[in-house]
């Protein structure tokens, strides 16, 4: 039986008795990852514990993280938000996971749940700079905040009444000197290319050997230009709603899919130093759902 199988068969029960809305704690990985029902993603993530349902985002980060991430790697998760993606890397035999929210609702949520080990929480923000910048919370979800005033313009339903909090922000390469990370992350809200850039040094004196970065087409062009300086491979990442996933060539149009009910949004991306063109030719299930 898998680790999702054994969670689902103690938790079917509580859907049925409609908790949508309350709080619980649901074991992952070695841990207990506190959900808020009230919030739709994270009633994605006990659907996803219960059923296997996959649902956009956590299909495409649970493939990525369950088929790349690998015994032994260190990650940088940027954007950690309650640590879903960071417990998935524990799964997958991370040995150092470095986890940045500079959301001070959430940065709470993913100390609690993903504290000790070898998890490290850092409740800043990462940019090209060190020091404070203005974050601006959503009140219609919890799934992302922002420093970037056209995300605020693409998104007015999101963060029309959003709170501004100064939070603390640092870079990569400030708080690592000399650190080598496997495994980036990067899902920091229209912030990726600041984000990057803090990131120079590494990227240039031992770069990651992969970089998974969801970002939108308004910053798309700076990403690009940016990591396409240090990897020859970039791909676009799709999964179905069985969990199967796949790789898709950054510079090739995706034309017709092979299969139906496929999730390409939000739209995220992988850039390898090596070759994952096996990872283009068919759909495999990530071991974590095997």
């Not at 600041?194 to 040094?201: I, N, Y």
């Not at 990591?227 to 790789?247: A, P, S």
Request: net charge neutral; proline share 6%; with cysteine.
């Amino acid at each position: 039986m898998t680790l999702i199988e054994k969670v689902g068969k103690g938790l079917r029960w509580l859907t049925n008795r409609g908790l949508r809305g309350r709080h619980i704690s649901v074991p992952l990985a070695d841990k207990k990852l506190t959900l808020d029902l009230r919030w739709k993603h994270e009633f994605d993530y006990l659907e996803f514990a219960q059923n296997r349902r996959i649902n956009g985002a956590i299909g495409l980060d649970v493939w990525t993280f369950g088929t790349l991430v690998k015994p032994g790697h260190t990650v940088l998760d940027a954007g950690a938000n309650i640590g879903f993606t960071a417990l998935l890397a524990d799964i997958a035999g991370a040995a150092e996971i470095h986890c940045f929210e500079p959301d001070p609702r959430l940065a709470k949520r993913l100390e609690q749940n993903c504290s000790g080990n070898h998890f490290t929480v850092h409740p800043k923000a990462l940019g090209e700079s060190s020091g404070q910048l203005d974050l601006y919370l959503s009140e219609k979800h919890n799934q992302g905040s922002t420093s970037n005033r056209t995300m605020i313009d693409k998104f007015p339903t999101v963060f029309g009444k959003a709170e501004r909090v100064q939070v603390e922000v640092t870079t990569v390469d400030e708080a690592f000197p000399g650190k080598h990370f496997d495994f980036f992350k990067v899902d920091v809200e229209g912030a990726e290319f600041a984000m990057l850039k803090g990131a120079t040094k590494h990227f240039e004196s031992h770069p990651p050997s992969l970089v998974y970065v969801e970002v939108f087409d308004e910053f798309r062009a700076d990403v690009f230009n940016f990591l396409g300086r240090f990897y020859k491979h970039g791909y676009q990442v799709g999964c179905d709603t069985t969990g199967e996933g796949r790789l898709f060539r950054i510079n090739e149009p995706l034309g017709p899919l092979d299969r139906a009910n496929v999730h390409l949004n939000p739209p995220s991306f992988v850039f390898s130093l090596e070759d994952l063109d096996p990872l283009t030719r068919s759909w495999t299930k990530p071991p974590l759902l095997r």
